[in-house]
């Protein structure tokens, strides 16, 4: 049985795991501007027990873990391969196998299927004090700000902007979570989305996430065949 609210857990063994190879790249794994992001952990077989957790019913679960930054992989890999050990509630678990997989191309139009919720946030007032505030998809201003997230991470991470800065998505599916990181409580989206648009920042957010928070464990994505 794991919690249901293990993000920061496994966020700071991988973070201490790569920084014991690699010291240098603690700063990147630890930036807001997420230079990498992983998957919720995949259990084929499953229950979910309400107050509880998540009872594992397989005999192995899976991870999956992304970077445009060839170091910051390497330094997952080498720290993971050296301490192979992951504790998350009262679980033990030990990493048997890693592999490296083939990217996707990235199309003019791409459906994308979430590994992890996707964050957007604005910043409201209530009364006289400035409160986050996690947007959906059918919410207003959430196309607006993922749009400049996106182009403030690439910025950061890639060092100047694409030459194309638009895109705008076509909701196929969604459901909303909340999950506890730390002490807080942030709001996602679990969605299937068709991308059009701009193929840098497609690439960008294949390989680093979409929208924010990616370094705790959110905006991962798939790329899905359209049949």
Do not use: C
């Not at 063994?13 to 997420?34: T, Y």
């Not at 299927?113 to 919410?139: A, C, Q």
């Amino acid at each position: 049985m794991i919690p249901f609210n293990y993000n920061y857990e496994l966020y700071s063994q991988i973070v201490e795991k790569a920084g014991a190879i690699e010291p240098r790249i603690v700063k990147l794994l630890e930036s807001p501007h997420g230079y990498w992001t992983f998957s919720r952990i995949i259990i084929r077989k499953r229950e979910i027990i309400p107050e509880k957790g998540i009872k594992i019913l397989s005999d192995d679960i899976s991870l999956y873990i992304s970077s445009s930054n060839k170091e910051i992989i390497k330094g997952i890999v080498e720290g993971i391969e050296k301490s192979p050990e992951f504790k998350i509630g009262d679980v033990g678990f030990l990493v048997a196998d890693i592999k490296a997989l083939k990217s996707k191309e990235i199309k003019n139009v791409n459906i994308f299927s979430t590994l992890s919720p996707i964050v957007v946030r604005t910043v409201k007032f209530e009364g006289d004090k400035l409160k986050h505030w996690d947007l959906y998809p059918h919410d207003e201003l959430f196309l607006d700000r993922l749009r400049k997230v996106m182009l403030l991470r690439y910025h950061e991470v890639m060092g100047d902007l694409p030459e194309d800065k638009d895109f705008r998505i076509e909701l196929i599916k969604f459901k909303p979570t909340r999950l506890i990181v730390k002490d807080s409580y942030i709001r996602g989206s679990l969605m299937v989305f068709r991308y059009y648009g701009s193929k840098e920042i497609a690439k960008f957010g294949y390989e680093n996430g979409f929208g924010e928070k990616t370094n705790l464990g959110f905006g991962m994505v798939k790329i899905i065949e359209e049949q």
